[in-house]
Nanobody, 128 residues
Framework: QVQVMESGGDLVQAGESLRLSCTAS????????MAWFRQAPGKQREGISCINWNGDTRLYTDSVQGRFTVSRDNAKNTVFLQMNSLKPDDTAMYYCKVLEVGFCEWDSWPTDKYNKAWGQGTQVTVSS
């Protein structure tokens, strides 16, 4: 059984940084791309970043490009999201998704395609 757990969410002030972690178990982690999503109150869940199986491909939506960095440590079955220059608009529940494939493509990873497993989320709140 695949299990996914996010951590690292917190309450911070605008301009500060946070690093989220997502650890997956019950699978051969190296085979799978990983994606980060977020959902703010009253809004749809938004895909914000994807990293392929070996970290060579890293994709970001415009809203986080240049501020967030995704990385992974396959030896630890963990993917990270370094979030810098945080804004109040970044306030959301952040989720990690295991894709059923090892690659990230714009027509699939932000959608419900290739969903293998989701975590339960970690809350990030940015105060102004």
């Amino acid at each position: 059984q695949v299990q996914v757990m996010e951590s690292g969410g917190d309450l911070v002030q605008a301009g500060e940084s946070l690093r989220l972690s997502c650890t997956a178990s019950g699978l051969y982690f190296d085979d799978y791309a990983m994606a980060w999503f977020r959902q703010a109150p009253g809004k749809q869940r938004e895909g914000i970043s994807c990293i392929n199986w070996n970290g060579d491909t890293r994709l970001y939506t415009d809203s986080v490009q240049g501020r967030f960095t995704v990385s992974r440590d396959n030896a630890k079955n963990t993917v990270f999201l370094q979030m810098n220059s945080l804004k109040p608009d970044d306030t959301a529940m952040y989720y990690c998704k295991v894709l059923e494939v090892g690659f990230c493509e714009w027509d699939s990873w932000p959608t419900d395609k290739y969903n293998k497993a989701w975590g339960q989320g970690t809350q990030v709140t940015v105060s102004s």
